[in-house]
């Protein structure tokens, strides 16, 4: 995942991550996701998750509905840009995986 950082919200994105709530990071794991790892350089922002569940899908739609989840996206996503100008994408952009090494 790629996006970017509005430039006067950059700090305000980072010092939010630097406390995550609880509530939200258990939905994460409850959801099936593992190995969350967000890397900022510059004006870019780099997500990297590992997805353990069996329906992607439907866990998505499961944290999408999370009340404390919501609120956090609200907080995290006025901080965010899409990667590319123009996009229909909220902020994250999804990457194609071109190699992986397993």
């Not at 329906?55 to 006025?78: C, I, K, N, S, V």
Request: one cysteine or more; hydrophobic letters at 45%.
């Amino acid at each position: 995942m790629i996006a970017r950082p509005l430039p006067d919200k950059r700090q305000e994105y980072i010092d939010l991550h630097a406390a995550v709530w609880p509530e939200v990071e258990a939905t994460i794991t409850d959801t099936g996701i593992r190995n969350f790892t967000i890397f900022v350089t510059g004006d870019v922002i780099v997500g990297y998750f590992e997805y353990t569940g069996e329906d992607y899908d439907l866990d998505q739609r499961r944290m999408a509905a999370d009340e404390a989840t919501q609120r956090w996206w609200a907080a995290t996503g006025a901080c965010q840009l899409p990667f590319h100008a123009g996009s229909a994408a909220p902020n994250w952009e999804m990457l194609d995986e071109v190699w992986p090494l397993a």
